[in-house]
């Protein structure tokens, strides 16, 4: 079977740097996805990772750890429309492109 | 216009119909998903396919058929509609090619079962 956790919400402020976490358990592990989504919207794509180490994109970074079953996902000069749930979700090798979504964490920005 | 698109945006339907969700990409994407999403609650998911004719259950099956007669369309049928049916359903196509796996959704149905 395959389990993920993350922290069911968070609260940061406008400006400042949020990390959230993802620790996961999965056999045959392949790959490590976030996904941005806003109250009503549809999930979006956000990064990936199936090496160990970190990956920039603009305000956003996610970092892997295969070693420690861990990730996070990295956000910095946080905005107002920051505010959305964040998703981990992993992919296993006997079906790389199927993969199983954490329960999220709803991020709050504070002005 | 080219995206993925899923109809309809809302269903309310009573117990023990059969529904169709409707599910059409144009991208020519190989992988199609569908995920159901339960307040609070992450998503899950139902069926996918990696080809046409080609489909395979995800982790919440039951009450649920799917097919894929072309590339393009994924209908996700509910042979006989529960109230713990009632959920938001989305769509997903995804290319092995573009890397990343990343998945595009489409924009939801929200299904109510009476």
């Known amino acids: 079977g395959q389990s993920l956790e993350q922290p069911s919400e968070v609260t940061a402020v406008e400006g400042a740097i949020v990390q959230i976490n993802c620790t996961y358990q999965?056999?045959?592990?392949?790959?490590l996805s976030w996904y941005q989504q806003h109250d009503g919207g549809a999930p979006t794509f956000l990064s990936y990772?199936?090496?160990?180490g970190l990956e920039e994109t603009g305000r956003f970074s996610s970092f892997l750890s295969r070693s420690d079953s861990y990730g996070y996902l990295l956000l910095q000069e946080l905005q107002m429309k920051d505010s959305a749930s964040y998703f981990c979700?992993?992919?296993?090798?006997?079906?790389?492109?199927?993969?199983?979504f954490g329960s999220g964490t709803r991020l709050s920005i504070r002005p | 216009d080219a995206g993925i698109t899923q109809s309809p945006r809302y269903k309310i339907t009573e117990t023990g119909r059969q529904v169709t969700l409707m599910c059409h990409q144009t991208?020519?994407?190989?992988?199609m998903f569908w995920y159901r999403q339960d307040l609070g609650h992450g998503l899950r998911l139902i069926y996918y396919?990696?080809?046409?004719?080609?489909?395979d259950k995800g982790e919440v099956p039951d009450g649920y058929v799917v097919s894929r007669s072309k590339t393009e369309n994924f209908p996700l049928t509910l042979e006989s509609a529960t109230r713990s049916q009632t959920s938001v359903y989305f769509c997903?196509?995804?290319?092995?090619?573009?890397?990343?796996?990343?998945?595009?959704f489409g924009s939801g149905t929200r299904l109510t079962v009476v």
């Open positions: 997903a196509s995804s290319d092995l090619t573009t890397g990343g796996f990343g998945y595009t």
């Open positions: 999965t056999s045959g592990f392949y790959g």
């Open positions: 990772n199936a090496l160990d």
């Open positions: 979700a992993v992919s296993q090798y006997s079906s790389a492109s199927k993969i199983i």
């Open positions: 991208w020519s994407h190989s992988y």
């Open positions: 396919s990696a080809a046409a004719d080609i489909t």
